[in-house]
């Protein structure tokens, strides 16, 4: 990475701000908030006026496009999987701004008031339902009582009120004897929470007194817009609802019509304007003089000629570049990250954690193996792996086509898938022990049986964990000393060398001496006494070497803690038998059923064993994948990543919905 300046004369910056744009060589920053000292002698250039017309254009196009999306007919399910909506790409001309703001409008025109009155209509006719609703319900609560609702409120001589309360009784007690007074109620709640649909009639003297129960007791209905019969109001009620629906549909199907035809041409006219937007929009990265602007960034060592080149050209020499190699510290650059063709989505767990800092080692192939090795490890079933393989397989060549999200992703699950099924031949693991117990009526009976290098295939992990056990250490201590050998690589290109010799250094002479020892004492290993020696001023001088970084005893805590993440990778195994015993279970019940039931126990059989291993397959792959991140993140990392890097962004150009048309030239 190098750090670019360009100083162009400002009849040029417009060419070059959009010679930029095109390549995508240069990353922009922000001079007065990353170099403020530079604005101390220059001034900070301000953003082009034409940014916030592109950004009003923006504003009503986004509008327009919501709107229609909103209303647009969408296929959903398994369609939807299976056939994804691809953006369509319109093909458009190059243009200047006045001509693009021209276009823009001429479009708006056209189309943007009937698009916002049908929003319009759209939207009161959804307040319309949702006071039809409303009236609904509150005239239900008066079927029971035979009156003209234009009778609720206030005559010469009578007051009329409804409502509902949930206190009856008092309001029982507080009218008594009066004569003057009438009440009817219906429940409407229940045991739990009961209430009263009330209807208070009285002379017109009562009205105090109706007024004061009903300010402190009833919640008053307001009807006074509805006349008829409670029955004749809720069929009138109906019919108003159905040509509201019908009203709506009437205008969907309109806005719908306008999606199909219009909104691709939206989509790209907005594309346009972002990009435009975006160019106007950055000048305000710029420090400026009276006749130039100052442009700052990064730009990959690799194409340094390229970008000097490319813009000495566009701006026919009026323009002074130079460039420079950074430091990490104080320029904290930004770090290029070369994306591997089927890498995506080991990239993806990496940045999970963090961004690899500018002059940190790039673990995600490292990431990618282990996190694939261990998965399959802990998943560790044949039967569970062909299904991840299968269902990768088809989401890789069907789904993929339309996406680069699910195909990077079903990449990964075609190796997980793989790994899992080797690992689970290996273990004798087929959906558990299925073969053997509803096929050759033989539950401890292997699939096969071979003998490699000494060790009989397949292992048994639920009678035999011990080699299992074994195997989980010996990857843990492959994958914790790569993590020492990246972070001695790591030191070293800092030119740490006093952590690279006594914080990475001090485990390999340590690990070594200590495991001589340890095999001596307690395994029974044949060591002379030459080497025993050798163990012991191995792991001393280790030991040494740490506590002087360390500063002190403390250093025995790194010790510890580095044996603790060793045995931390034990749950491989741990994972692995709990997958193998969760699929015996399953498979002992479906024995249970076959007993059990023995005319429909088929049918049943089948339909446990599906949703059973199903829900083992999802919980162990859930397991598997949190674990396997858990061992990078926590123990690989801890030898050696920090994290807290930036990724390199360059301004460039990225096109969905448009393309630019090519003219032949003869």
Not at 11 to 21: A, W
Not at 132 to 143: A, C, K, M, P, Y
Not at 271 to 293: C, G, H, P, S, W
Not at 620 to 629: I, R, T
């Amino acid at each position: 990475m190098k750090k670019a300046s360009l100083i162009v004369h400002q009849n040029y910056v417009e060419v070059v701000i959009k010679t930029l744009h095109e390549t995508g060589l240069m990353e922009i920053i922000d001079i007065s908030r990353e170099e403020p000292d530079e604005i101390q002698n220059l001034e900070q250039a301000s953003m082009d006026p034409d940014a916030s017309v592109c950004t009003t254009y923006e504003l009503r196009l986004a509008k327009l496009i919501d709107i229609l999306k909103r209303t647009k007919k969408r296929s959903s399910g398994l369609k939807t999987i299976l056939h994804p909506q691809i953006p369509e790409v319109k093909t458009v001309e190059e243009r200047s701004l006045e001509e693009l703001f021209s276009y823009a409008e001429g479009v708006l025109v056209n189309i943007e008031k009937n698009i916002l009155e049908n929003e319009q209509k759209l939207v009161e006719l959804d307040e319309q339902k949702q006071k039809i609703n409303q009236d609904f319900q509150t005239v239900e609560h008066l079927t029971s009582f035979d009156l003209d609702l234009s009778y609720i409120g206030e005559s010469k001589y009578l007051i009329v009120k409804a409502g509902k309360t949930s206190d009856l009784p008092t309001i029982k007690d507080e009218i008594g004897e009066r004569e003057n007074i009438v009440l009817y109620s219906k429940n409407i709640g229940t045991k739990k929470k009961p209430e009263w649909a009330i209807l208070l009639a009285a002379h017109i003297s009562e009205k105090e007194e109706i007024e004061k129960i009903c300010r402190e007791k009833i919640l008053e209905f307001n009807l006074k817009h509805l006349k008829d019969s409670p029955e004749e109001v809720l069929k009138s009620l109906k019919k108003e609802m159905i040509n509201v629906e019908k009203e709506k549909i009437k205008i969907t199907s309109k806005l719908n019509e306008q999606s199909e035809k219009q909104l691709p041409d939206l989509l790209a006219l907005r594309e346009e304007i972002q990009l435009e937007r975006v160019e106007k929009d950055v000048t305000k990265n710029f420090a400026k003089t009276q006749t130039t602007y100052v442009i700052k960034g990064w730009v990959l060592e690799k194409k340094d000629d390229e970008l000097k080149n490319l813009i000495t050209s566009v701006s026919k020499d009026h323009v002074l570049y130079n460039s420079q190699t950074p430091s990490a510290n104080p320029d904290n650059p930004p770090t290029y990250i070369k994306k591997p063709k089927r890498a995506a989505a080991f990239r993806t767990i990496v940045e999970l954690f963090a961004t690899p800092k500018y002059d940190e080692v790039d673990p995600t192939i490292f990431v990618g193996i282990f996190f694939i090795l261990f998965f399959g490890f802990m998943l560790g079933d044949a039967g569970y792996g062909l299904v991840i393989l299968f269902a990768s397989l088809f989401g890789f060549f069907r789904l993929g086509r339309h996406s680069f999200f699910i195909k990077n992703w079903s990449f990964l699950g075609i190796w997980l898938g793989l790994t899992t099924t080797v690992v689970g031949f290996l273990t004798n693991s087929f959906f558990g022990n299925l073969v053997p117990r509803f096929i050759y009526n033989n539950p401890d009976k292997p699939l096969y049986s071979i003998t490699v290098i000494g060790v009989d295939l397949p292992i048994d992990g639920l009678r035999n964990p011990i080699i299992l056990l074994t195997i989980a250490l010996i990857l843990a201590l492959i994958q914790l000393n790569l993590g020492v050998i990246l972070g001695l690589c790591q030191s070293y290109k800092r030119r740490d060398y006093k952590s690279m010799v006594m914080q990475n250094g001090s485990w390999i002479p340590m690990q070594l001496g200590g495991g001589m020892l340890i095999g001596y004492f307690i395994l029974d290993w044949h060591l002379g006494t030459t080497m025993i020696y050798i163990a012991s001023i191995l792991t001393l001088l280790g030991v040494i070497l740490l506590f002087i970084y360390t500063r002190g005893p403390i250093g025995f805590f790194s010790i510890t803690g580095y044996v603790g993440d060793w045995l931390s990778y034990a749950r491989l195994i741990a994972l692995g038998l709990s997958t193998s015993g969760m699929a015996l279970a399953c498979n002992v019940v479906g024995g249970l059923i076959l007993q059990m039931v023995p005319i429909i126990g088929v049918v049943l059989f089948v339909i446990v064993m599906i949703f059973a291993h199903a829900a083992n397959l999802l919980i162990q792959s859930l397991g598997a994948a949190v674990h396997s991140l858990r061992l990078q993140y926590i123990e690989f990392f801890n030898r050696f990543y920090e994290g807290g890097g930036k990724k390199f962004t360059p301004f460039k150009i990225r096109r969905v919905y448009t393309k630019i048309e090519t003219k032949n030239v003869e």
